[in-house]
């Protein structure tokens, strides 16, 4: 059994910068990890993944160059990195465990998911 807890989340203005974790109990060395995101009226999304290794990863199209998803497989944890922050990027943000073989950016394959971390982006 995995449990996922994200943090920091909160309140930042346009072109600032935040940073998620995803502190995990249980271990997640072998599961690909993702980040999904569902804004206010909005069905939930795909934002980053990255694999067991930490050797590939993948981002939504309008956060490349901006976010980073990296894993400290020795804490267990995976992080966000945010840069540069928009409006739009206002969402609940959720962190994801996958123990397929393969990559996935789909939710319906995630196996875990945390509770989600808050992100507000102010003008």
């Known amino acids: 059994q995995v449990q996922l807890v994200e943090s920091g989340g909160g309140l930042v203005q346009a072109g600032g910068s935040l940073r998620l974790s995803c502190a995990a109990s249980?271990?997640?060395?072998?599961?690909?990890m993702g980040w999904f995101r569902q804004a206010p009226g909005k069905e939930r999304e795909f934002v980053a993944s990255?694999?067991?290794?930490?050797?590939?990863?993948t981002y939504l199209n309008s956060v490349k160059g901006r976010f980073i998803i990296s894993r400290d497989r020795a804490k267990n944890t995976v992080y966000l990195q945010m840069n540069s922050l928009k409006l739009e990027d206002t969402a609940v943000y959720y962190c994801?465990?996958?123990?397929?073989?393969?990559?996935?950016?789909?939710?319906?394959?995630?196996?875990?998911w945390g509770k989600g971390t808050l992100v507000t982006v102010s003008s």
């Open positions: 994801a465990a996958d123990l397929a073989a393969v990559v996935s950016t789909t939710q319906d394959d995630m196996d875990y």
């Open positions: 990255i694999s067991w290794s930490g050797a590939s990863v």
């Open positions: 249980g271990h997640i060395s072998g599961y690909h």
